[in-house]
């Protein structure tokens, strides 16, 4: 079966300190990849998306950075980071959809609680 | 732009009554929506889902409806359980495989 992990739960950052929250999937191939962040009346704010290795879909203009360095793993970064980018990060990955049906909803991660101080 | 709106914030419902949580968007390009369940410090689950084809899929105690039309979307939980009182979030997938969410729905199930 198809599981996604991602790293870590909770975070403390300094403001101007680096940032790399991983996530990877497993027991699937070629999966469609989805960073999200929630912030309060904001919803799940789409920041990247990744259809394959290499391609990165930015959603928002921002301080952060997606990449896709293999086919199941999903890194978001920062050099430096803000005080509004605090907020819970989610990584979601679905299967390929089919032109016919779509038979494969987002799956999530447990999200990351990023603080920044 | 939002894409996805969801306009009430929160709703309360009767434990027992039916819940109807609402979901406009623009973009006549989305051929999937969705709906996802989430409470607080985890991921959103997924509920149930409908393709632009389909006006109506039903799965449990859970409903969604299409109105092409009119842009609009419900999701139907009856009858209404304490289970059930979480942020519920409409999502909409467009032909490049991006998922926009709404800003989410509180659902809160009185006693």
């Known amino acids: 079966s198809q599981t996604i992990h991602q790293w870590p739960a909770t975070l403390v950052q300094p403001v101007g300190s680096p940032l790399s929250l991983e996530c990877t999937v497993e027991?699937?191939?070629?999966?469609?990849l989805y960073w999200y962040r929630q912030a309060a009346g904001r919803g799940l704010q789409l920041l990247f998306y990744?259809?394959?290795?290499?391609?990165i879909s930015s959603e928002v203009p921002q301080n952060l950075s997606a990449s896709r360095p293999q086919d199941r793993q999903f890194i978001l970064s920062s050099k430096k980071l803000l005080l509004s980018d605090s907020g819970f990060y989610l990584c979601?990955?679905?299967?390929?959809?089919?032109?016919?049906?779509?038979?494969?909803?987002?799956?999530f991660g447990n999200g990351t609680r990023l603080t920044v101080t | 732009d939002q894409q996805v709106k969801q306009n009430s914030p929160s709703l309360s419902v009767q434990e027992g009554r039916i819940s109807i949580l609402n979901c406009d968007y623009t973009n006549s390009m989305f051929d999937y929506f969705l709906w996802y369940k989430k409470y607080p410090a985890e991921g959103p689950t997924f509920l149930i889902s409908?393709?632009?084809?389909?006006d109506k899929n039903e799965d449990g105690r859970f409903t969604v409806f299409l109105n092409k039309s009119a842009k609009h979307l419900s999701l139907h939980i009856v009858p209404s359980q304490p289970g059930d009182s979480a942020v519920y979030f409409c999502?909409?997938?467009?032909?490049?495989?991006?998922?926009?969410f709404g800003k989410g729905t509180r659902l809160h199930i009185l006693p």
């Open positions: 027991g699937t191939s070629n999966p469609n």
């Open positions: 990744s259809v394959g290795i290499g391609q």
């Open positions: 999502a909409a997938i467009d032909r490049d495989d991006k998922i926009i």
């Open positions: 979601a990955w679905t299967g390929v959809f089919s032109s016919s049906s779509y038979n494969s909803p987002l799956h």
């Open positions: 409908i393709s632009s084809i389909k």
